[in-house]
């Protein structure tokens, strides 16, 4: 059990290190990681998952666990990681849960936190606790359990996604930007109906959801997972390229002449661009990011 316990999250091999009867435990330890002002608004916990083959199953087995604890759930079934976090937002949750494995093969799986207004669950701030409760089975059931109801977010985070795009003034005519997009049958597949609104010609690249990941592993952080993607860009003749890891949370590019472009480097493009917008706001970046973010 020790090893499925991460920094950030929980994660491990399913059904040996990760199955149904942790992932119930898991959930009725969540109760404890949420605190007075995360209730604030309610007793809510956003819940969702990925594509992978054993989601379905782990996720109700969390869903059992979280309203064993006294837990409201409302369900939104499969989604990225970034909806879930959204759907906290939004719906103004006491938290969330996505059962998930991430970037890793599809042999594992596993869950991330997040409490009130998506602030994210780290070991400092509840992993532990968790692993603490499980370990000892200090898992109290509540009196009266809680309820569970199904939802959607699609469309209110599309809306959203679409907000940040600054549209011209005046209509103009211009090529259209070529990109190419590898979803690597992940769960960024749902982003199609988005990426197809902002104007692009868009090149897909396996957008289908498959949780055994047949064509590459869904880590667009390692080399050789972007082999594909850099093919297409030559071949199609794209701008740009971008892939996505499993759950759609992080992203890789490559350039038009399919050369992988630093992900610090994006990080200050991108900042610097909005930046212009609003000048003076603050930007935040991982530590371990290169001196050009900053610059």
Known sequence: M?????????RGLYPGELNEAMAEKIGLAFQFVLDGEDRAQGNTV?????????????????????TAGGLDVLD????????NYFAVGHTRAAGGVQTTASHNPAAYNGFKFSRHEARPVSGDHGISLMEEKVATGDLPRAPRPGSV?????????????????????????ARRLKVAVDAA?????????ILEELGIELVPLYF??????????ANPLKEENLRDLEKLVR????????????DADRAAFVDEQAVPVGSDLMTGLIAGALLERE???AVLYDLRSSRAVAE
């Open 2 to 10: 020790s090893g499925i316990f991460k920094a950030y999250d929980v």
């Open 46 to 66: 956003v819940a969702s998952r990925d594509m992978r083959e054993h989601s379905p199953s782990l996720e109700a087995a969390l869903i059992r666990g979280l």
């Open 76 to 83: 939104i079934g499969l989604v990225t990681t970034p909806m």
């Open 149 to 173: 109801r199904q939802g959607e977010i699609f469309e209110d985070y599309r809306r959203h996604i679409l907000s940040f795009l600054k549209r011209p003034a005046t209509p103009r005519i």
């Open 185 to 193: 049958n992940g769960m960024s597949t749902l982003y199609r109906p």
């Open 208 to 217: 289908e959801l498959d949780g055994r990941f047949p064509n590459h592993e």
């Open 235 to 246: 071949e199609s003749g794209a701008d740009l390229g971008v892939a996505f890891d499993g």
């Open 279 to 281: 000048p003076g706001k």
